[in-house]
């Protein structure tokens, strides 16, 4: 009895010594790379580009001229199959969690260890892309990952989710010179959003991982796999 006692109480002992220096690291990185930090209320009014568009006088587009498709769209112009859809396939708990994915980081922190320094996948929240994709650079490192963790966690004090949501899913690359949904809609299917099949709003889900591997008019065998997985995911969410 005495013997299981002290196991626990070592154990125990062990575990808050773990927790406080993962506190104390956190706030050590906090203190070191927030000075550097871009300001996230710019997002509060962040502009993105988008081609000029030409109409003939009965409302026919007949020319766009810009370096990349974009059409904008607030959040409640987005369908609700849409949204689950990229939550089920991005980041399944977004909503829930304050702008990082603790299990996530976990599995990067190991791909981390592994690889010697360099990250591959990252286990990186809805959040933490707008963060990445808005103020960062693209390269894969540990630092860029401290500061994208960092301005996630005061987006979401500054931002709503729906903010958040809508800045996501403007600036995604989708493939063939497509930016944002709404573009992606119109380039695979010649749709308008409110029109997508739950099938082809799955198949533009899964784009955001990897527009080249996943696109459907280069790979079509390789998009209809991970199409049918967010559909799994989904109903599984």
């Known amino acids: 009895m005495t013997f ?12 808050v010594a773990v927790a406080g220096a993962i506190v104390l690291a956190v706030v050590a990185a906090a203190i070191y790379f927030s000075p550097g930090l871009p300001d996230v209320r710019q997002l509060q009014d962040f502009e993105l580009h988008t081609p000029l568009r030409i109409f003939t006088s009965d409302g026919r587009l ?24 990229l939550i089920a396939a991005e980041d399944a708990s977004f909503f829930e969690h304050a702008g990082v994915d ?31 994709n808005y103020m960062l650079t693209l390269d894969q490192t540990f630092t860029r990952k401290i500061r994208e963790i960092l301005l996630a966690l005061q987006m979401e004090q500054v931002l709503s989710k729906q903010q958040i949501f809508s800045l996501y899913v403007n600036k995604i690359f989708l493939g063939n010179r497509a930016y944002g949904i709404a573009t992606a809609a119109e380039t695979y299917y010649d749709k308008p959003l409110s029109e997508l099949t739950l099938a082809e709003t799955a198949m533009i889900a899964g784009l955001p991982k990897a527009p080249s591997a996943f696109n459907p008019l280069a790979n079509s065998e390789r998009s209809l796999i991970r199409r049918n997985w967010i559909l799994f995911r989904m109903r599984e969410l």
Do not use: H
């Open 102 to 132: 603790p299990r996530g980081l976990a599995r990067a922190a190991v791909e981390l260890a592994r690889s010697g320094g360099s990250i591959q996948s990252g286990g990186s929240t809805i959040t933490m892309q707008v963060a990445r």
């Open 62 to 85: 007949i020319g766009e001229f810009g370096e990349e498709r974009r059409m904008v769209v607030d959040y409640d112009e987005i369908p609700q199959d849409m949204i689950n859809a």
């Open 4 to 15: 299981l006692r002290t196991l626990l109480v070592s154990l125990f002992s062990l575990v």
